[in-house]
């Protein structure tokens, strides 16, 4: 009965939607609510390949899943390296010392995301407080442009992202057995090379999934780039949402998310035979 009824779910929460918004891919743009024509009716099939053959062919959307992918690929690593760090020292802590760690790393969660975005609005636009500081420390002369860039939008990806890479991380790197690396100094490595030659193949599952729990959100995060990144700033997830509600396309928003998440699988079916292997 459990069994059952978590298949349910999943049917209904998850492949129903997915399979409404690859229909509507084939659909076909008409005037109305929703502005779009399913592909199948009352005559059969009345679809189009028109949206996925402009998804397909136009260079804007090509630029716009390139400039995403590189993105959540720049998120996904500067966690991986700031996040093992900060796992290994949660997990190297004292047992009633993790507890608080965690509950800091996990406390600007306790937040609302916009209000966590707007304060890095407040702290790198042209009179916040970064370029103040440094205007009276004397180090500048003039405000520094820091809103409105690639740096922006990658620190605050960051910012949201990595307590996702730290929880799993941690999660395997407080049950690593510690008489490996003992045995491994007790026969004349470094540190560095434990880390390198102990620790961190042990990890590699939980780097693996740290990886993908940052990097397949951020490839389609809509919200930080156009706060950070500003009007010029145009990933996947920024182009399918002005399709969506700006231009009221339909069809070749669908097309291009279903686009997004055929290429997203490519890392997690990679995943998974890593795993079985």
């Known amino acids: 009965m459990i069994r059952a009824l978590g298949w349910a779910a999943l049917l209904l929460l998850v492949a129903a939607p997915l399979l409404i918004v690859l229909g509507m891919g084939f659909g076909t743009s008409v005037p109305g609510v929703p502005p779009v024509r399913p592909p199948i009716g009352p005559q059969g099939w009345q679809g189009s390949l028109e949206s996925w ?113 730290v929880l799993p991380l941690y999660a395997s790197l407080v049950k690593r057995d510690r008489a490996l690396e003992a045995a491994a100094a007790d026969l004349g490595a470094s540190r560095a090379r434990v880390l390198a030659d102990v620790i961190i193949p042990l990890a590699a599952p939980a780097l693996a999934a740290a990886f993908l729990l940052v990097f397949i959100p951020a490839a389609g995060e809509v919200v930080i780039p156009a706060l950070l ?35 997203l699988l490519l890392p997690v079916a990679a995943f998974q035979r890593l795993a079985a292997r």
Request: aromatic share 10%.
């Open 53 to 165: 053959a402009l998804v397909l062919s136009d260079p804007y959307y090509h630029a716009a899943l390139w400039r995403s992918l590189l993105l959540a690929l720049a998120t996904a690593g500067l966690c991986l390296v700031l996040g093992f760090g900060m796992a290994l020292g949660i997990a190297g802590a004292a047992p009633r010392a993790r507890l608080p760690l965690l509950g800091l790393l996990l406390l600007p969660f306790w937040t609302g995301f916009l209000l966590r975005i707007s304060a890095w609005m407040g702290l790198l636009r042209d009179s916040g407080w970064v370029n103040t500081l440094l205007l009276d420390l004397g180090l500048i002369t003039a405000p520094l442009r820091m809103l409105d860039t690639q740096g922006a939008m990658i620190l605050g990806m960051v910012h949201a992202y990595l307590p996702l890479a």
């Open 229 to 263: 990144g500003g009007p010029t700033a145009m990933p996947v997830g920024r182009a399918i949402w002005e399709e969506f509600f700006q231009t009221g396309d339909w069809p070749t928003a669908a097309a291009l998310a279903t686009l997004l998440l055929l290429l």
